[in-house]
C-alpha cells in the first residue's frame, strides 16, 4: 500500500476512535483546528534518567535495525495503533514496545542518522529544520494503553527505552508535543526534556500545515 493510502486508511480508522470515545465534537477538535501550538523539546541522555518510585513488569522489544523481532508477532489494542504500527515498519523506522505477553502496552517511534542515509526520511524533520546527527535520534508517535496512563508502567518503560538508546551510543533525543496536553507535558518535563521552540500547526482532517509548510497529517 502507498504510504499516502496509508495515511488516509489509519487517520480515517482514527477519526472513527475518536469518535467512538469522546463523541464528535471532541473528534472534530483533533481533526479541524488552526494554529495550535507544538513544543519542539530535546534531552540529553547522557544526564541521570529519574529513578522508579515503583517498577512494573514488562517486556521492551526492540522493532527496526539490529533485531529479529516482527511487527506480527505482536498484538496491538486498536486497530489505529496496529495500522499506524505497520505504516511505520513498512516505510522502515525503528520503534520500543512495552508488551505483556504478546500485548502491546506502549510504542515510541523512532529515527536516525542511519534512516536517513538510506532514504527513510521522517517528514516532522524537514518542517523542524531538525539535521540529527550521528549520535541523535528523533522521538515521534509515544502511545500508552490508556489503562497504563499515569502508572508505573509509563515511567518504567521510558527509563527502560532510553537506557537502550543511551547503550546503544545515542546521546540526545528530540521530540515534541501540543501545548495543553497536560499528560505529555508531564511526562516531558518528569523526564527533564528541554524546550527548544515553538511552531504553529494548523490541521484540515487529512492536511496539515506545520510551520508554514503543506504536509498530510
Request: charged share 30%; net charge positive; proline share 3%.
Amino acid at each position: 500500500m502507498r504510504p499516502r493510502l496509508e495515511t488516509f486508511r489509519y487517520q480515517y480508522e482514527n477519526f472513527k476512535e475518536l469518535v467512538k470515545r469522546g463523541g464528535l465534537k471532541s473528534a472534530l477538535h483533533e481533526s479541524v483546528y488552526f494554529n495550535r501550538e507544538m513544543v519542539l523539546v530535546e534531552r540529553d541522555l547522557t544526564k541521570p534518567l529519574p529513578k522508579l518510585k515503583k517498577d512494573f513488569d514488562i517486556n521492551l522489544i526492540l522493532l527496526g535495525r539490529g533485531s529479529s523481532s516482527r511487527i506480527d508477532d505482536l498484538k496491538f489494542p486498536n486497530k489505529v495503533r496496529e495500522l499506524k504500527g505497520r505504516a511505520y515498519s513498512r516505510r522502515g523506522f525503528s520503534a520500543f514496545f512495552a508488551v505483556i505477553g504478546s500485548m502491546v502496552i506502549a510504542e515510541q517511534w523512532w529515527t536516525s542518522s542511519s534512516h536517513i542515509r538510506d532514504k527513510i526520511i521522517h517528514p516532522d524533520l524537514r518542517w523542524m529544520e531538525l539535521q540529527l546527527k550521528e549520535d541523535e535520534i528523533y522521538a515521534f508517535d509515544l502511545f500508552v494503553a490508556p489503562e497504563y496512563r499515569g502508572t508505573a508502567a509509563t515511567n518504567k518503560f521510558a527509563v527502560t527505552y532510553m537506557n537502550e538508546m543511551r547503550k546503544a551510543g545515542y546521546s540526545k533525543i528530540f521530540g515534541g508535543y501540543f501545548k495543553g496536553n497536560i499528560p505529555s507535558a508531564w511526562f516531558h518535563r518528569t523526564f527533564s526534556f528541554s524546550e527548544i521552540r515553538k511552531v504553529k500547526r494548523s490541521r484540515f482532517f487529512f492536511l496539515e500545515i506545520k510551520n508554514g509548510k503543506l504536509c498530510f497529517a
